[in-house]
Each structure stands twice: as structure tokens, then as C-alpha cells.
């Protein structure tokens, strides 16, 4: 820690170039360093490599929109995404970059809610309203953006966004049957010939094979760095996990897998050493559901703030992300894209009926990480996930698992409610 504030750092002659509603922007972001000071800064005991993710965020309006307006430069797509369903294999071996533009943030809200219905997801909306209001850098970086079928309030959004931004949508199967992989298939090919008409290439099996091992090295980094938090004491906090797992769909692959090795060498050390975040007998939760994108911490913060540790994220912005590799030994485009189609048939998101594989994943999870309760998180008016509670507190009933499931948005207004339910939850886990 140092006595200078962190800074999230100013770029308004860039942002100017790039369209933006400077002035508002600008408050959002001296908005995000305090906060970032207040909860992530101020933590104790966190490893010295955090120091470069740290940088990530005080540069994240910055130096990243730069690397990003170079690759352009060179005729190179940048692509935005809201879901991890978008092969960004594809994107990676067409020398482009693939960027996700979930919005995790209460201050896009009011934008969208000009034109969108208050009711829907808060994710929709603040990504929406990032373009609507023009402040989000990432959002006018990108040439294009994928949208996907997955929700309801996603695929009605994206024909409202198409007018702000060019916006595809690849068609995602809702069952997994013979006949859904087929259909998902044929998608992913029309996404890379997409993907090829833009960027004015094509994608070699040598391209797409070295971007296969790119990602899949990226989700090894983030495997190792899961098995490392199941140490006891553990040795990294979960918000500072979950910061990694969302500066994953931003930051260069290749940089970021290696960053991530070295913070996970350095917590190798501090479990051999037994130094941990938190006392080893400081309460293990896992945090179950729906995405957190950046800057939603607000649930790993109240649950760290209350005295315990999140020690694991099934989401998609957490194992669902990483937890399946491709297969590297496909050796034609075709048989690239077949395995490539096989690993994303495996994420097992609530949009699928049935879905019961995700009830399995969790329960495993939960067994490997340690942890001592499961909290499931669900953003407002996602029915799928909401629905899909259910089927995940029964299997806790009968796994005699301490659980809790909290629906929320990105307002600060049920932050009391929401601290008095962890901190029950915790004594419970406490006994
Ligand atoms: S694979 S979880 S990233 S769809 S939370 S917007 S579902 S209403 S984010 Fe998701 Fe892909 Fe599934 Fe993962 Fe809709 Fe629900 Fe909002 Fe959601």
C-alpha cells in the first residue's frame, strides 16, 4: 500500500477521438479509482503480483483501448462479446482481438432505461446503456459486436443495438441433442467465415491451431489459480480472484496467462509457507450463478467484509469460463471447428433445458474448493438462473450444505438487507 490514492488513469484526447461523452465519462472514472482504493486496495496480506492486475485497472480506459486501436490499425478485427458461448478461438486466429462487453455497472443503467424496459437484467442494460450514453471505450474500440440467443432480454436487445453498432447474433441450441450440436456447428462456421470477410482473410488450421492453444493455456492459468484457492488458509482473496477472472475477457491472452502463472508461483510459496489472505479458520463460501462483470464486486465484498472468504466462482465469469479445454489434435479447419463446437456443447448454462449437468458441476466444485457453504447469486429478472435455483437448493438440502440465494441488481439500495442475510449465513456456517 501506498499513501498516493490509486488512480484510474485519464485519457480524454483518446476518448474524444473515439466519440465519447468525455465530461460524463470522466466522472466515472475518478468514480472507479475511489472505489477501487476502498476494496481492493486497502485489502491486507494480498500478493506482491497483484501488482499487475492492479495496473490493468488503472490503465483500463488507457493503455488497453491503445493495444486495441493498434491491432485495428493493422487491419485486424476487435470484437466485442457478451458471452462466453462466442468462440473467441475464432477471433484470436484471425490475428483480431475479442473483447467482453458484459456491463457490471449501476452508472449505464439510466441510459439504457431511456429505452429499454426497467425490468430486464441489469447486465442488459448496462451494457446497452454503455453504448447508448458512449462510456464505455471498449464499446466504441470495436468494429463489431456477436450478441447470441441465449436469454430473452439478450436477444431483443440486440436488435436495438444493432442500430447503435453493427451487431450479429450466432443462433445458441437451447437442448443438447444430436440435432442442437448440428445447428450450433454450422453457427460457429458462419461465425469464422464472418469473422474471415472482415478481416479480408482466411484462417488457416496453423492459425486456428495456435489460437486454440492460446485460450487453452489462458484457461489453465485460471484452472491453477481455482485449485490454488482450496488451500487452507487460502492464499489469495476472492475479490482479488474475481477481478482476474473479469480482466480475462480484456487483457491479451498470452500476457495475461503468463501474469496469472506468476501470481499463481507466488501463492504456491505462500501455501508452502502457510501464509494465507485470511486465518485458515475464517469461513469458505462459494458463489454460484449468474456473472459478475466488472466492476460488480459487490457481493465478494460484502462477504469478505463480513469475515469470510470467497474461495470460488461457478459462473461464467469463473469456472464456467475455464473449466473445459478444445482438444488440440484437430488437424483440418473442419475438424478444428468440430472439436472447438464439442467444448462449448459442455457449458452448461441455465438458458439449456435440462441442465442438469450444472447441479452435478456445482456440487463438485464445491467438494474441490473446500468451501463450507454455497451462496447462489442471481441478477434481477434473469429467469433462467432465478428458475434454475431451485433445482441448486435442493441439491444442497440434500447434501445438507449451508446455502444461501440472494437476487440482486447493481444498486447500492439493498446493500444493508443484503450484509444483515450474509452475516446470518455466516453465523450459521460458524455454528
Ligand atoms: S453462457 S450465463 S454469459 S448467457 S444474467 S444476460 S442469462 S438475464 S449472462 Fe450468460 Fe452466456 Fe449463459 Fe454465461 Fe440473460 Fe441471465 Fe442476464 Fe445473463
Not at 485519464?10 to 466522472?27: I, S, Y
Not at 469475515?307 to 478444428?336: H, M, P, W
Not at 466444485?365 to 447469486?377: D, M, P, T, V
Amino acid at each position: 500500500m501506498t499513501d498516493t490514492p490509486f488512480e484510474v488513469k485519464p485519457h480524454p484526447e483518446m476518448w474524444a477521438g473515439l466519440g465519447m461523452d468525455v465530461p460524463r465519462f470522466d466522472k466515472a472514472r475518478q468514480m472507479l479509482g475511489e472505489v477501487y482504493d476502498k476494496m481492493y486496495i486497502s485489502q491486507a496480506n494480498r500478493p506482491t503480483a497483484m501488482q499487475y492486475f492492479d495496473d490493468m485497472v488503472s490503465e483500463i480506459f488507457g493503455g488497453r483501448i491503445k493495444e486495441m486501436l493498434a491491432v485495428k490499425e493493422k487491419g485486424k478485427p476487435v470484437v466485442g462479446t457478451f458471452c462466453v458461448y462466442i468462440p473467441e478461438e475464432v477471433v484470436v486466429a484471425a490475428g483480431g482481438v475479442c473483447v467482453g462487453l458484459c456491463g457490471g455497472s449501476q452508472g449505464s443503467v439510466p441510459d439504457a432505461e431511456k429505452i429499454l424496459p426497467r425490468n430486464i437484467c441489469p447486465m442488459v442494460k448496462s451494457a446497452y446503456g454503455f453504448k447508448a450514453g458512449r462510456i464505455c471505450p471498449y464499446f466504441q474500440v470495436v468494429d463489431f459486436v456477436y450478441g447470441e440467443t441465449t436469454c430473452d432480454a439478450k436477444k431483443k436487445t440486440w436488435e436495438l443495438l444493432d442500430r447503435l453498432v453493427p451487431t450479429h447474433v450466432m443462433e445458441i441450441p437451447q437442448m443438447k441433442n444430436k440435432r442442437d450440436k448440428t445447428l450450433w456447428l454450422e453457427e460457429v462456421h458462419e461465425f469464422k467465415n464472418k469473422v474471415e470477410e472482415v478481416c479480408g482473410t482466411t484462417i488457416s488450421a496453423d492459425d486456428l491451431a495456435g489460437a486454440i492453444k492460446v485460450i487453452n493455456n489462458k484457461r489453465k492459468a485460471l484452472q491453477r489459480l481455482t485449485r490454488l484457492r482450496a488451500n487452507s488458509p487460502v492464499p489469495i482473496s476472492g475479490k482479488d480472484a474475481l477481478l482476474i477472472e473479469q480482466i480475462a475477457f480484456y487483457d491479451e491472452p498470452v500476457r495475461f496467462a503468463g501474469k496469472v502463472n506468476g501470481l499463481c508461483d507466488e501463492l504456491e510459496e505462500r501455501v508452502k509457507k502457510g501464509t494465507g489472505f485470511c486465518g485458515g479458520d475464517t469461513p469458505r463460501i462459494m458463489v454460484s450463478g449468474t456473472p459478475m462483470a466488472l466492476p460488480n464486486w459487490k457481493v465478494h465484498n460484502l462477504v469478505e467484509t463480513a469475515g469470510a472468504v470467497v474461495v470460488n466462482e461457478e459462473s461464467c465469469i469463473g469456472t464456467r469460463y475455464f473449466k473445459d479445454l478444445i482438444d488440440e489434435g484437430g488437424s483440418t479447419i473442419d475438424e478444428q471447428l468440430d472439436v472447438l463446437t464439442d467444448r462449448y456443447m459442455q457449458i452448461d448454462c441455465s438458458c439449456f433445458t435440462p441442465n442438469d449437468e450444472r447441479i452435478d458441476q456445482i456440487l463438485r466444485e464445491y467438494k474441490k474448493s473446500n468451501a463450507q457453504g454455497i451462496l447462489h447469486y442471481s441478477l434481477q429478472f434473469c429467469h433462467t438462473y432465478n428458475i434454475e435455483e431451485i433445482k441448486v437448493r435442493e441439491a444442497c438440502e440434500k447434501e445438507g450444505i449451508p446455502y444461501l440465494s440472494i437476487e440482486s441488481d447493481y444498486s447500492p439500495e439493498d446493500v444493508g438487507q443484503l450484509q444483515t442475510r450474509i452475516e446470518a449465513f455466516l453465523e450459521q456456517i460458524r455454528g
